[in-house]
């Protein structure tokens, strides 16, 4: 049996909706139903699909070590192909050095333009100001007759508002002593992937939702809108959390 046949029958078996396993596993319902379907292409990476495959097998009670292996076999080896062949046409596509030599020179004329722009507009604004300077000397000094105004003559200054303050979604993520993998998706789309060292960070701001999947739980300080959440898991520990949390409790 395949593994997107082992993990949708053993999530019917459970009783369980694609919606209720998202809340539960923090695993968005698009990408289970992908696992299901073992439609891998639609998930960020090769390591978003182990890591969500590992949490998902778990989840339904299913041994996680035989389900990558499976994966690993079967479509792991697919997918370093096809990164490959990209490479490939990459190092072959056309480059820039057999093309006419005439965009040098418009790049050369662009920069000239520049220059000559920047240099009239810093003559302009010399002579500018000292056609005010020389306005200011030329005002006679208020007579004796004419009164300062009164303050009660004066308009009331308006009181100006605060800014409106960011509520949006802000998240901090501190490795303390060991290396940390880290995967992000920010309002729907991947944000970030990579390896972090300890001592090191990052940072995410979102409108409406931020996942993210931590390697390596137990290294990793999470601080959420300002909030010091500590570690989130076990050291080794790969989980993936939704903020905000809407789950019921």
Known sequence: ?????RLKEARKASGLT???VEERTKIRRKY???LEE???EVLPGPIYAKAFLKNYAKFLQLDPNEILEIYNQQFAV???QGVAKTSSEKEFEP???GRPRYWLYLVAAVIILGLAVSVYYGVMKTMSHQVNQNKELAQPPLSSDEQPQKPEDQLPAVEQEPPAQNHGINLVLEVKTSKCWIGAEIDGSPAFQGMLSAGQSKSFTADEEIYVTLGNAGVVEVVYNGENLGFLGRSGEVITRK???RSPE
């Not at 049996?1 to 046949?5: A, F, K, N």
């Open 95 to 97: 480059g820039i050095a």
């Open 38 to 40: 073992e439609r891998f």
């Open 18 to 20: 694609l919606e209720a």
């Open 243 to 245: 903020f905000p949390d």
């Open 1 to 5: 049996m395949d593994i997107g046949d």
């Open 32 to 34: 289970i139903k992908a």
């Open 78 to 80: 697919e997918q370093i």
